[in-house]
């Protein structure tokens, strides 16, 4: 692989009319990636448009905000390990054959004012030992798994929107502490709204509609709601 490997920070700063590209310039989507790690500082990308890539990884308690940015084509979106952080605002996410976002051993996640559009397998967002905080925030058209997979995590849902779920359930919850406020979960084709495994979660104001399977299927741990 031909990785852009940063034992540091990276600063990346586009202009609306003059963005940044990093593109593969292949033509074709390739697993070449950009991979930052270490806990020398936070680095940041606004204005950039990344596409035909591997995605972003953050391992090792690397720290990135990233906002007003396009991912298009990608392998996966950004992925962070061994507890990373990502700060995510305005930014879109489309066609991405991966997860768009993805979280590992402690790592976490904020994502506002952004949308994730046409994940092709696994997860839009996956969530594994780890924590996720999305707001205002629109998740559409996965084909292979769930809108948002929780995996003994906690996550934060608010003022968001699920929709367009092919084989998979709109939130699905294992081993986990969910909280989901003024949000929306639309068209489950073919798996429940939000399928709770022994998780504990709380809801206020949810509008689940058009679903395949159960509104909300509680196999195991409780539910809390107005």
Known sequence: QNNLVV????????????PIIIDSFSGMQTSNRINVS????????????????????????????????????????????????????????????NESLSAYNGSRIIVASSTIINTIEGDAIGVYNSTLYMSSTTINSVGDGNGIGVYNSIVSIASSTINN???????????????????????????DGIGLYN???????????NVSGEGIAVYGGSVEGE
């Open 38 to 97: 270490g806990s020398n500082g936070t680095s940041t990308m606004d204005n950039v448009a990344i596409s035909n890539i591997g995605g972003i990884y953050l391992n090792n308690s690397a720290s990135l905000e990233i906002s007003n940015a396009e991912f298009s084509n990608n392998n996966y979106g950004v992925e962070l390990n061994n507890g990373s952080t990502a700060i995510i605002e305005n930014v879109s996410f489309a066609s991405t054959t």
């Open 165 to 191: 779920i092919i084989d998979g359930d709109g939130i699905g919850s294992y081993d986990s502490i969910v909280s989901i406020s003024n949000s929306a979960v639309n068209n489950i084709l073919d798996g």
């Open 199 to 209: 998780s504990t979660t709380t809801m206020s104001n949810v509008i689940i509609e």
């Open 7 to 18: 034992n540091g920070v990276i600063i990346a700063s586009g202009t609306p009319d003059n």
